[in-house]
């Protein structure tokens, strides 16, 4: 078996590249270890970046999301009990984000493949990659219980933080930057409308808190909790008083979220890692199989999908003129917003949690930072640009 681009994992990022690439009419295959239910119903990350959108769109996947994603203008951040809202659009000249989850998204993309594009191998579990360093990389793979072998001109890892090709780039020319943070969260979905219709981040003595929504009957909530935490130990009951009292603020007396049945209650760890550089030979890195960030600032998606984007121009310019520059690039294009989403996303984490190890003064530096983003529009407008993300260019 041959093809133009081998893609490893059928998350967000393999969609979205094998769809990127099937419109240049560059074939490629994609190979996902679990089944398709699995993929799709895999609870993750709900805000898309505007470039993600218009991404999407130009994609030809922009269908449902158009109908059902929600655009959000803004979000309000509660500490030191009171309330701030921040204004993307009046701030950044005009952008906003869309809640709109990841397991919609990836159902698009998958139906979208499933119709028009390349093959979709579901239960295809790759277990190396080999040859990186020549022009015909291989991918084996174990499909239907039997060991086969994938031939390609480039091989892309969409493989995740726990996927194999990043093994492909050699340890020696490797380099891994990490940071792990002494919380997890306890994310839960419930059958509640949101209260509020934007999303609100609080910074409290008890924790961090955050409310965010898949619909608008449907509530996507997470509460700050201690590494190792067993979600038996968080009865419904428990999770909706802590979340009340971390969200509690003297500008909205009396404010209380409204309740329902909690369909699916998970711990996340949280962690910071880039893996450098993001290409070796003809095998490039895209989405977290390159980098993670703990999701305070809702960018994992959002880079997955940038590095895509990045990626399928280049081999777009690579196919119609044989220049290799932009693949040439590819890995240096890519770290550039990755370190700045690195850096937005440890800040927002390090502002808005509490560490167990805390000190009263770091807790004061916390809020006087809140403060500043409250009271100064320069401070309000970097929060902004960030959160609503860099242009593509
Ligand atoms: P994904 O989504 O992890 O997809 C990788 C795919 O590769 C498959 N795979 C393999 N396939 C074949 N052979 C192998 N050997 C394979 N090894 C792995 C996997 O089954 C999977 O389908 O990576 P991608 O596409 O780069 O997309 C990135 C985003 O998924 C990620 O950045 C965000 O979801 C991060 N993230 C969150 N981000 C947010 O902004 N907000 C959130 O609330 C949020 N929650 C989360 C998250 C990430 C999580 N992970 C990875 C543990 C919650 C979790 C649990
Ligand atoms: C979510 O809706 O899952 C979500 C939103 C914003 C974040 C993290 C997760 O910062």
């Known amino acids: 078996m041959h093809t133009t681009v081998g893609i490893i994992g059928g998350g967000p990022a393999g969609l979205l590249l094998a769809r990127l690439l099937h419109n240049e009419g560059i ?31 130009n994609a030809g ?6 109908r059902e994603g929600m655009p959000h203008d803004g979000i309000e951040i509660r500490f030191a009990n009171r309330a701030h809202r921040i204004d993307f659009p009046s701030l950044t000249g005009g952008r906003n984000v869309t809640v709109y989850a990841q397991t919609e998204v990836v159902k698009d993309l998958i139906a979208l493949q499933l119709a028009e594009g390349g093959p979709l191998l579901f239960d295809a579990q790759v277990t ?20 086969q072998t994938l031939s ?13 090709a990043r093994n492909a780039v050699p340890a020696s020319l490797r380099t891994t930057y990490e940071r792990t943070y002494p919380y997890s969260w306890l994310g839960v979905l419930a059958e509640a409308p949101p209260v509020y219709n934007e999303l609100i981040y609080a910074h409290s003595e008890r924790g961090f808190a955050l409310a965010s929504m898949r619909s608008p009957s449907v509530s996507r909530l997470y509460l700050q909790v201690p590494n190792g935490t067993d979600t038996a130990a968080w009865s419904d009951q428990r999770i909706w008083d802590e979340l009340d ?16 049945p909690i369909t699916s209650k998970a711990v996340l760890p949280m962690r910071s890692h880039v893996t450098e550089p993001m290409r070796y030979g003809r095998v490039f890195l895209a989405g977290d199989a390159a980098h993670i960030v703990p999701p305070t600032g809702a960018k994992g998606l959002n880079l997955a999908a940038a590095d895509v984007i990045v990626l399928a121009r280049a ?18 294009t890519c770290l550039q917003r990755v370190w700045r989403a690195e850096h937005f996303s ?4 390090t502002t808005l949690h509490t560490d167990p190890n805390q000190s009263a003064f770091e807790t004061r530096l916390q809020i006087a930072q809140l403060e500043r983003v409250a009271t100064s529009p320069h401070a ?11 242009p593509l260019g």
């Open 27 to 57: 074939d490629s295959v994609v190979l996902e270890r679990r089944d398709r239910t699995y993929v799709e119903q895999r609870q993750r990350a709900g805000i898309l970046e505007q470039a993600t959108v218009d991404a999407l769109r």
């Open 61 to 66: 996947a922009g269908a449902r999301l158009d």
């Open 128 to 147: 190396s990659v080999e040859g990186a360093d020549t022009a015909t990389p291989a991918v084996r793979f174990i499909h239907e219980g039997r060991q």
């Open 152 to 164: 390609c001109d480039y091989v892309v890892g969409c493989d995740g933080f726990h996927g194999v």
């Open 245 to 260: 009292a971390r969200f509690a603020t003297d500008s909205h007396p009396g404010w209380k979220l409204e309740r329902g």
């Open 315 to 332: 081999l777009a310019r690579w196919r119609t003129t044989g220049s290799g520059d932009l693949l040439d690039t590819y890995s240096d």
């Open 346 to 349: 440890y800040f927002m984490t």
């Open 380 to 390: 309000a407008a970097e929060l902004a640009e960030n959160y609503t993300g860099l």
